[in-house]
């Protein structure tokens, strides 16, 4: 749904704001990495820009620090809406190694809400382009919950429940 | 003049050709020892949870449902890929594998829940590893004793066997990955 009304929203290019919130800089070479001829997401009409008052897309990598945070908080309110938030690299999705650190918020989602998560330390430039291509609609998510199951337990509490109304079955039967 | 070098930088950009990937269209492979998600094959994990131990981000998260029911959360939102617990798993049951698609609009999706089967001895009640504690650090082990009358309900008395039928049965029991929205 979201991908819908991202296509809604952003019809034509999507200009984005880098936001470096304390990252270690290895997110941010793989930014810039995707804006090379070999990765080149000017396909999709995707300009940096250095204000975000120009921006539609912020790219918020690292793991928002406490110095940082009224920063990001002020350029994601400059951002004329509608506005979307990516977090790229686990510390912006998760808060990374940091995420309970004293100097640390947690995560991007702590200061301003992210949109979209791209996981990853970094994350490669193909995963970056994926995030950017889910967010237009152009490729299937992939990522899904997993569970996995050793053994199927027969819970005898259920069983003994099960028995237990059965025997009161008979009760109402002879009563009624 | 200024045609031949307007000719000349044609050239120039015409001897390498278009270099540009086509990648959201076409798959692109990872290298080899890429290291994407982790993946955790719940027929050879025996719940040390060693890999909880030494992950540098604690993305795992060990709880103890009852005495043989040990459940394994992993959190990929804040994973570093850095393979750690591959390396310290006793039985190799976790692989890094090449996933890297992980971008998504909900942080639940890269997680991994593992419900494990803790078997634990007739006799004293108690898990088969921990040896080489002795007799006193089994006792303040959290983990293996009743921790709530609720969850003690749920415990089998029987002297049921590990029967390979049932565990085959679960073998693959994973969820297919949904695709689009």
Request: net charge positive.
């Amino acid at each position: 749904m979201l991908a819908k009304l991202a296509k809604k929203c952003f019809p034509r290019s999507l200009w984005v704001y880098h936001c470096n919130s304390g990252a270690c800089n290895g997110c941010d070479i793989e930014i810039l990495n995707i804006l090379t001829p070999y990765y080149d997401v000017e396909r999709f009409g995707i300009r940096l820009v250095g204000s975000p008052r120009h921006a539609d897309v912020m790219l918020l990598s690292g793991a928002v620090t406490r110095p940082t945070l009224p920063l990001v908080k002020k350029a994601w309110a400059a951002m004329p809406a509608p506005k979307l938030v990516f977090g790229i690299g686990s510390c912006a999705t998760g808060g990374g190694c940091w995420f309970d650190t004293y100097n640390v918020t947690g995560g991007g989602a702590a200061a301003v809400p992210v949109n979209y998560y791209i996981p990853g330390c970094p994350p490669r430039p193909e995963a970056i382009v994926y995030g950017v291509a889910l967010a237009l609609g152009l490729v299937d998510k992939k990522a899904a919950p997993v569970e996995l199951k050793q053994v199927e337990f027969p819970i005898d509490m259920y069983e003994r429940n099960k028995a237990w109304e059965e025997r009161n079955v008979i009760y109402e039967v002879l009563n009624s | 003049m200024w045609l031949t070098s307007k000719i000349k930088q044609l050239l120039m950009a015409a001897k390498p050709g278009v270099v540009t990937l086509k990648y959201p269209f076409e798959p692109r492979p990872v290298p080899e020892n890429f290291r994407g998600a982790p993946h955790w094959d719940h027929t050879k994990c025996v719940g040390c949870a060693g890999c909880a131990e030494h992950c540098p981000a604690r993305t795992i998260m060990v709880r103890d449902l009852c005495q043989e029911i040990r459940v394994l959360l992993y959190d990929g939102s804040r994973c570093t890929y850095c393979g750690r617990c591959a390396d310290v798993c006793p039985e190799k049951a976790i692989t890094m594998t090449g996933r890297f698609e992980q971008a998504t609009d909900d942080p639940n999706d890269v997680t991994e829940t593992l419900e494990l089967f803790m078997l634990t001895c007739q006799r004293c009640g108690r898990c088969y590893d921990m040896e080489t504690r002795n007799a006193i650090d089994k006792l303040g082990l959290t983990g293996y004793r009743y921790d709530s009358l609720e969850a003690r309900t749920v415990l089998r008395r029987a002297t049921d066997t590990f029967r390979p039928a049932e565990l085959g049965k679960t073998e693959r029991y994973e969820r297919p990955a949904s695709t689009g929205e």
